[in-house]
Nanobody, 121 residues
Framework: QVQLVESGGGLVQPGGSLRLSCAASGSIATIYDIAWYRQAPGKEREKVAVIVKGGSTNYADPVKGRFTISRDNAKNTAYLQMNSLIPEDTAVYYC???????????????WGQGTQVTVSS
């Protein structure tokens, strides 16, 4: 099994920054795509950013130019650097990853438990 644990959320003023981390542990052979999603109260969960194993990235329009996704494959960890935060970024942020377990051929998708980000003055 695989566990994804997010950290780094909190309360920040508009214009501020936060850095989220997603640490994966377990019987991991390879982590493929890692994505960050967010879900605001009363809204659908939306994909914020994704990074593939080779490092290519893609972002949702609302966060382009403000958020940066990165990964450290040696540490099985992904990050989301969030700058110029606005109140509309307030949400629970979730890490999602496609993982191939040791001894397995196929991949499986995993979710973290989420971390709250609140942008407010």
């Amino acid at each position: 099994q695989v566990q994804l644990v997010e950290s780094g959320g909190g309360l920040v003023q508009p214009g501020g920054s936060l850095r989220l981390s997603c640490a994966a542990s377990g019987s991991i052979a390879t982590i493929y795509d890692i994505a960050w999603y967010r879900q605001a109260p009363g809204k659908e969960r939306e994909k914020v950013a994704v990074i593939v194993k080779g490092g290519s990235t893609n972002y949702a329009d609302p966060v382009k130019g403000r958020f940066t996704i990165s990964r450290d494959n040696a540490k099985n960890t992904a990050y989301l650097q969030m700058n110029s935060l606005i109140p509309e970024d307030t949400a629970v942020y979730y890490c999602n990853a496609d993982v191939r377990l040791i001894g397995r051929i196929s991949t499986k998708n995993y979710w973290g438990q989420g971390t709250q980000v609140t942008v407010s003055s």
